[in-house]
């Protein structure tokens, strides 16, 4: 096949199964509905500060590790500006009410630390590094990509970490620690699946970065890839509609009317928003209900604010300030970074907490920008609220609000159902539902962004890459696309 690609959503996701098409010579448009590409990837200015939506850092992009080999891939390390984090030996600070504890860079200094933390749980800790150090092998051989048998497909790594450690025996204070990366992919520890569970702390553990700026550089550099390689992108104008005859896609509707033909559709955007673009009588009753009852992962309130920098230097860690209930199970936790704002004289203070779209029925039918003085209030009440611990946490003074988003700026920002930060929820319980979305009943029609593996900026790619292979067939996509991986 090297007929036309049509991917719909400009994200991550649809970006980079653009460029590796496009370096298979296929003829991609990526079609985006919002005037400029790049999604959550892209950043919003406030009086002249680029503030982040979707990347405030990102692991394993040292040389050889997981995420550089897929930008190496294709062709965008070069362009993204980073820095990397943990200058002090320290990429997060988990702040609980009783104790501290500092994550260090590398996965042997997370054991060391965690041996000095809890020196009563010795056995504990050495089960939890080898399952940590196994899955971490595993995940930089691609051994999902690569292999055409799935061997990662162990029952035992889709059991509950949440219960791998009570059954571990671990004391809550452990528990409450391990359960943070949980909460960076928006599962609760007792339903999170070992796997993932490890992919998303090993993959921070190898190293992590944030882009020098904040701004646009990310989205910029995905877009002009897709570009330079020939790729074209139509923005300003969603798909309305996914055209289907005789059970193959056959193009897409924009929003204006216009007509886009193509052999292959990408949808890099939710399942839900797939299948109102497709015809009710092309999927079974059975595929739609499965999608129906799906839950979704929450929705975040995100706060940017800017402090006085000759006061308060950037710091080269994030904070997590982080509650728990009697249990040890995490109700609440709010993340800060502190970093240069680009504006002189300023650092930019992003925090993060998650937000239920309860909070926000009564906003709920209107749109960005429209919805009036009291949603504001309501915003502002709730910034001011994490302004006031972020003041205590750091003994910081004059924290001056720029902008507060919630999870309905996201809804509409990107058309995510119910604001949901990272889609689909991958628990234990959803997990084999949701990998079976992946087979669309369209012939043509393939699904990618973070709803089709894993979310996060490398889950989302990791996505893409596998779309490809589904696409392009295994032989195919081991010739011609893993060659650039290994
Ligand atoms: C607040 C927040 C903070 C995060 N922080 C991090 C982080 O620090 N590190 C990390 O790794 N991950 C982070 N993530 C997760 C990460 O950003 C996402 O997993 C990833 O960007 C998802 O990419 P995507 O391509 O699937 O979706 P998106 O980036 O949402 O792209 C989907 C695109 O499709 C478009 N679209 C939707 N419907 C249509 C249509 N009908 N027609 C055309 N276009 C359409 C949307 O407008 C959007 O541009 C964060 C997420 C959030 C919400």
Redesign the pocket.
């Known amino acids: 096949m090297a007929g036309q690609v049509l991917i ?7 970006l980079t199964a653009g460029i590796i098409l496009a370096q298979l010579k296929h003829p991609v448009t990526v ?4 005037p400029r ?5 892209r950043s919003y200015r406030r009086s002249g500060i680029d503030c982040p ?6 692991g394993a992009l040292d040389r050889g590790q997981i995420l550089r080999r897929l930008w190496d891939a294709i062709g965008v390390t070069p362009l993204i500006p980073l820095e990397r984090m943990g200058a002090e030996g320290v990429i997060d600070r988990y702040i609980f009410d009783d104790f501290e504890f500092n994550l260090p860079s590398g996965i042997d200094p997370f054991e060391e630390n965690l041996r000095r933390t809890f020196p009563e749980e010795q056995c504990q800790i050495t089960m939890i590094m080898a399952d940590l150090r196994e899955i971490s092998r595993s995940l930089s051989t691609f051994d999902f990509l690569l292999s055409p048998a799935l061997s990662d497909l162990f029952p035992e790594r889709f059991a509950s970490m949440g219960e791998r450690l009570s059954n571990l025996g671990c004391s809550i204070r452990l528990a409450s620690l391990l359960g943070v990366p949980a909460g960076l992919i928006g599962v609760p520890l007792r339903e999170c699946p070992v796997y993932y569970y490890y992919i998303t702390l090993a993959s921070y553990l190898m190293s992590s970065w944030r882009l020098v700026d904040s701004g646009t550089a990310m989205a910029e550099a995905f877009v002009s890839q897709l570009q330079s390689l020939g790729g074209n992108i139509v923005a300003g104008d ?3 509609a996914i055209q289907v005859e005789a059970g193959h896609v056959k193009g897409a509707v924009l929003s204006s009317g216009r007509i886009l033909p193509a052999d292959v559709v990408i949808a ?2 939710h399942p839900e ?1 797939v299948l109102s ?1 497709l015809p009710d009588d092309m999927v079974r009753p059975s595929y739609r209900e499965r999608v129906g009852q799906l839950e979704n992962t929450k929705g ?1 309130l ?1 706060v940017n604010a800017v402090v006085a920098a000759d006061l308060h230097r950037p710091l080269p860690y994030n904070v997590y300030r982080l509650y728990t209930e009697a249990d040890g199970s995490l109700t609440r936790g709010i993340f800060h970074q502190l970093r240069e704002s680009g504006q002189p004289g300023m650092n930019l203070l992003s925090m ?1 907490t998650t937000s239920d779209i309860e909070e926000w029925r009564p906003w709920e039918k209107t749109m960005s920008g429209r919805r009036g003085e009291d949603y504001k209030e309501a915003k502002e009440k709730r910034a001011h609220w994490m302004i006031e611990e972020a003041a205590e946490l750091f003994g910081i003074r004059d924290i001056n609000l720029l902008d507060v988003y919630s999870p309905l700026t ?1 809804r509409d ?4 159902p119910g604001g949901s ?3 689909i929820m991958r628990t234990t319980k959803q997990l084999m539902k949701v990998a079976s979305l992946n087979r669309v009943p369209v012939k043509g029609l393939f699904l990618a ?3 089709r593996l894993a ?6 790619m990791l996505g893409s890459f596998q779309a490809v292979r589904q696409m392009i067939g295994h032989e195919k996509f081991i010739r011609e696309v893993a060659v650039r991986l290994i």
């Open positions: 719909i959503g400009s994200g991550i996701g649809g079609v985006e509905r919002n590409p790049g999604g959550l990837m939506v979707g990347v405030h850092y990102l969603g798909v309305a890099a955007v928003t673009m975040l995100g993060i996201i920002g990107v058309n995510s930060a990272y889609g962004g973070q709803n979310s996060g900026i490398m889950g989302t």
